[in-house]
Each structure stands twice: as C-alpha cells, then as structure tokens.
C-alpha cells in the first residue's frame, strides 16, 4: 500500500497511464494525490476527469486554477473562454454534470497527518500557519459545496485584495484565498501576492518578492508541503515542501513522490505546448 502524490497533469492523459504504469500504481491498495490543475490545454481532459472520479477513495485532488476555470466555464460564463482551452470536450460530455459536481467537491487543501504531508495547488502567505491555512481552505471549501457556488464562481476572477487581512469579508476574502491556494507564486514577506509574475524562479534574496516558501518568515516552514502550479520551477525538494509540476504539458515530465519514503518517479512527455506560452 503506497501513495503517489503527481504534479499537474492538464489534460495529458497518456502520460498519466505511463506514469501509472511506471510506479505499478494498484488501484485496490494505493492511494493517488494529485496537486490539481487536472484539466486544460491538453487533448484529453475528459478522460482525466472520468479517471480520478472512477478511483473514488482512492484519489484525492486538491483544485488548482485550471479546475476552477472549468467549474466557471460549465456554470455558464463561457466569456472566460480563452482560444487554447481544451475544454469543449468535458463541457459537451453526457457525464458533464456528474464531473463538475465531482470536481466541486474537492478540497483546495489536504492535511494527512499520519503520513506528515499537506498537499495544495499553489502557495500559503507567510501569515497562515497550518491551522489558519485549513480554516481559509474550509471557508471556500463550504461554499463550492453549497447551493451559493455560482454566485462565488461570478465572483472568481481578479487579482485584489492582494494583502491578506483578518478583517477580509465576503467575496474579497473568498477570492484572496482562492488566489493562493491556486495561483500563488511570489509575494513579499508582508504576504502581498504578485500575481503577475510567472516566469522562472528568482532566488535573489534582496528582491522583495520572492518565491512564497523561501519567505523566513513563513509560519508553515515545519510544515511538509506538496504543490504543483510552477512548472518552471520544476521538481523541487527543499525547505519543507516538494514542487512536483515538472512542464508535462510543455514536454517536460510527469512526476510522482511516493510519499512514504519520499522516492520520485518521472516519465518523459511529449509536450502539447510550446514552453512558454500560457
């Protein structure tokens, strides 16, 4: 009995079956995490879906951006709709209601304490201890699961606040939230994100943005953290957390951590993107 945590995958269903094969996932007594970003700008998020959906209890997936920009789409604001989404083939699926609801349900963070790892999509603000972190994650968590989540995916998209607040309220504070579990990269030591910046890791320690778990003021630094969402970071073990998005999409590699000794499996991909675009 094993459990493989994998980066984001992003519609590449092949190389999922290949990374699969790879580590002799059993589906009977292993247990699969994924880091989110399932779905979008590869051919077969679709599939992908079905697959983590079919695996019940055995799966656990945390949402990433890419999810979440589905779950906007299918709930009707198909003017988010970029020209390199891959996602008409889930939208126009007989199961459609059935995956979305599915995918809805799953949580932005994961904390397994027996096995000392917490899995999320994206970053924490150096403010949030572990307890804080599952508090904020709750709160978007309850309403994603309640008959109020059109209402939060109207209210998704933007990129302030960008300072995080205990006096935050309303879609404000959901949407703060919501940008760090699934699109943090860097923020300063304040914890103000910077959203806008994607590119290559910078590890200049006089920057005043830098990468959201270098911050030595960070209040999860004894946490055990896994994320994806970075993929020119690439595979990444250090400082207590472990970035497991190594560029599938861009033909980089699918990797697993197998989180019971920390041994990392990659399979080669064939890329269904240019490295770069976005």
Same mark, same amino acid.
């Given at each position: 009995?094993?459990?493989?945590?994998?980066?984001?995958i992003? &519609?590449? +269903?092949?190389?999922?079956?290949?990374? %699969?094969?790879?580590?002799?996932?059993?589906?009977?007594?292993?247990?699969?995490?994924?880091?989110?970003?399932?779905?979008?700008? &590869?051919?077969?998020?679709?599939?992908?879906?079905?697959?983590?959906?079919? /695996?019940?209890?055995?799966?656990?997936?945390t949402l990433?951006?890419?999810? %979440?920009?589905?779950?906007a789409?299918?709930?009707?604001?198909?003017?988010?709709?970029?020209?390199?989404?891959?996602?008409?083939s889930?939208?126009?699926?007989?199961?459609? +209601?059935e995956l979305?609801?599915?995918?809805?349900?799953?949580?932005?963070?994961?904390?397994?304490?027996?096995?000392?790892?917490?899995m999320?999509?994206?970053?924490?603000?150096?403010?949030?201890?572990?307890?804080?972190? =599952? =508090?904020?994650?709750?709160?978007?968590?309850?309403?994603?699961?309640?008959?109020?989540?059109?209402?939060?995916?109207?209210?998704?998209? &933007?990129?302030?606040?960008?300072?995080?607040?205990?006096?935050?309220? &309303?879609?404000?504070? %959901?949407?703060?939230?919501t940008?760090?579990?699934?699109?943090?990269?860097?923020?300063?030591?304040?914890?103000?994100?910077? /959203?806008?910046?994607?590119?290559?890791?910078?590890?200049?320690?006089?920057?005043?943005?830098?990468?959201?778990? %270098?911050?030595?003021?960070?209040?999860?630094?004894?946490?055990?953290?896994?994320?994806?969402?970075?993929?020119? /970071?690439?595979? +990444?073990?250090?400082?207590?957390?472990y970035?497991?998005?190594?560029?599938? /999409?861009?033909?980089?590699?699918?990797?697993?951590l197998?989180?019971?000794?920390?041994?990392?499996?990659?399979?080669?991909?064939?890329?269904?993107?240019?490295?770069?675009?976005?």
């Amino acid at each position: 009995m094993s459990t493989y945590a994998i980066g984001d995958i992003q &519609g590449c +269903y092949r190389d999922l079956l290949r990374l %699969l094969e790879a580590i002799n996932f059993d589906r009977n007594n292993d247990t699969l995490w994924c880091v989110g970003d399932l779905v979008n700008r &590869g051919p077969q998020s679709l599939e992908v879906l079905r697959f983590f959906k079919k /695996l019940g209890d055995k799966a656990i997936v945390t949402l990433g951006n890419h999810d %979440l920009h589905l779950l906007a789409v299918g709930n009707g604001h198909t003017d988010y709709l970029k020209p390199k989404d891959t996602l008409h083939s889930v939208l126009q699926a007989p199961d459609n +209601y059935e995956l979305l609801t599915w995918l809805r349900h799953c949580p932005l963070l994961h904390h397994d304490q027996s096995l000392n790892f917490t899995m999320i999509h994206a970053g924490l603000p150096p403010q949030w201890d572990l307890a804080t972190a =599952q =508090q904020c994650a709750r709160e978007v968590e309850t309403v994603l699961k309640s008959a109020q989540y059109p209402d939060y995916l109207a209210n998704l998209y &933007g990129n302030e606040p960008k300072k995080w607040s205990d006096k935050l309220a &309303g879609w404000e504070r %959901l949407r703060f939230i919501t940008n760090c579990f699934t699109r943090m990269r860097y923020c300063n030591d304040e914890g103000k994100l910077a /959203l806008k910046n994607k590119g290559t890791p910078r590890w200049n320690t006089k920057d005043s943005e830098q990468p959201w778990f %270098l911050l030595p003021n960070r209040a999860t630094r004894s946490e055990q953290i896994i994320f994806g969402h970075w993929s020119t /970071l690439g595979y +990444y073990a250090k400082h207590n957390v472990y970035a497991l998005d190594t560029g599938c /999409l861009w033909g980089g590699a699918l990797t697993a951590l197998r989180l019971e000794d920390q041994q990392v499996f990659s399979v080669q991909c064939t890329g269904e993107r240019i490295p770069g675009e976005d």
